[in-house]
């Protein structure tokens, strides 16, 4: 039904930035939160960060003051810029739709994307 295609991971040095792109299939943004996740290699999926359909932000304790979770709704884009990146941060990248209730960001569906390999080396 819906489509989300990530993109902008790569390989960068420590304290370096990217920038990571969730396209969605169609006009999803303007009624849905957003959110980002990431799997490290022996690790489970972890909610990095969610944006409200208000635009209000939240993020994991690992990243604040590094990443920033926007939107541009007119494009159905949702954007992490992730700076000051550490080794620790290596992971494949995902993005998701849900909602927040209570300040806890919910899933909607069953399948993940294709996601985007962010690696960062020391």
């Known amino acids: 039904q819906v489509q989300l295609v990530e993109s902008g991971g790569g390989l960068v040095q420590a304290g370096g930035s990217l920038r990571l792109t969730c396209a969605a299939s169609?006009?999803?943004?303007?009624?849905?939160?957003m959110a980002w996740y990431r799997q490290a290699p022996g690790k489970q999926r972890e909610l990095v960060a969610h944006?409200?359909?208000?635009?209000?932000?939240n993020y994991a304790d690992s990243v604040k003051g590094r990443f920033t979770i926007s939107r541009d709704n007119a494009k159905n884009t949702v954007y992490l810029q992730m700076d000051s990146l550490k080794p620790e941060d290596t992971a494949v990248y995902y993005c998701?739709?849900?909602?927040?209730?209570?300040?806890?960001?919910?899933?909607?569906?069953?399948?993940w994307g294709q996601g985007t390999q962010v690696t960062v080396s020391s």
């Open positions: 944006i409200t359909t208000g635009g209000n932000t």
């Open positions: 169609r006009s999803i943004l303007s009624i849905n939160a």
């Open positions: 998701s739709y849900g909602r927040v209730y209570s300040g806890t960001y919910y899933r909607n569906g069953s399948y």
